[in-house]
Structures are given as C-alpha cells and as structure tokens.
C-alpha cells in the first residue's frame, strides 16, 4: 500500500530580481512566513548567511521542515540579482502559488521553475517560465 503522505516533490526555481533578500534576518523571517503560507512546518532552522566574497557576494538560506527542505541561494552583485531556490516535500506543493510568492516578495522581472516527480525516478512534472510578469510560457510534460 503507498503512503499518500509521501509524494516527492521536488520544485526547483531561477529567479531574477530586482529586490532580492540581502539581510539575514529578513530572510529568515521569510522562510519562516514562506513555509507557514505553503502548509508545511519547520523542524530545524531556518539557517541563514551572508557571503561577502567578492564574486560571490549574497544569502543562503535553509531550513528542514516536516517533509523535506527549503534552500535558497542569492546573488546580488548582477542587476538583476539571481536567485535559486528549492523546496523539496514529501507533501503537496503547488509551484505557481509558490513562484508569485517569489515574484510577489522579491520583484522578479524572470521566473522559470521545473516541478519533478521523485517517487520512483527523476520525472518532470510541467516547467514553466514567467517574463515581466506579463509574458509566460507553459510546457506540459504530463504526469
């Protein structure tokens, strides 16, 4: 009998932004708010750190949460400023809702995300990329 719980899913995200995170205790305050608003629950952490290497200068944060983890990695030296972020579940995501968070918190002027389903192999679930916020386009890759 399969575990309905235990899904796998695992959204990985390329963000480019105009007001990305930069201070760690906002970035902190935000995975916490973030994993709230998307059902899931913090078991360790969030965990966050600013770099200040040149040529590597931005935020990592992560946290363990009850299903999984939530990672994101910032760049602010480039104009736009790059950002990765992950949130793998064993529980339900919803990738659009999680990208206009991102879009929404951060002023993103290009999203693209891919959604996998990791339950038995890497398959990919649908990809999509949003420009300006206007401009998207969708690739289903059927599930």
């Known amino acids: 009998m399969d575990n309905k719980l ?3 899913k695992h959204l990985i995200i390329r963000a480019e932004a105009h007001n ?10 935000w995975f916490k ?8 629950k913090v078991m360790m952490g969030p965990y966050v750190k600013y770099c200040n290497m040149k040529g590597n200068r931005g935020i990592t944060g992560a946290a363990i949460i ?3 983890h939530v990672v994101m990695h910032v760049w602010d030296e480039p104009s736009p400023a790059i950002i990765q972020f992950d949130v793998y579940s064993c529980g339900e995501l919803n990738p659009e809702d999680i990208c206009k968070n991102v879009e929404r918190d951060f002023d993103t002027t290009k999203i693209e995300y891919k959604f996998l389903d990791r339950e ?3 398959k990919e679930i649908y990809k999509i990329s949003f420009i300006d916020s206007d401009h998207h386009s969708y690739d ?3 599930y």
């Open 120 to 122: 038995h192999d890497l």
């Open 33 to 40: 708010k973030f994993i709230k608003d998307i059902g899931m």
């Open 66 to 68: 009850e299903t999984s």
């Open 6 to 8: 235990l899904v796998h």
């Open 140 to 142: 289903e890759l059927g």
């Open 20 to 29: 990305p995170p930069m201070e760690e205790d906002y970035l902190r305050w």
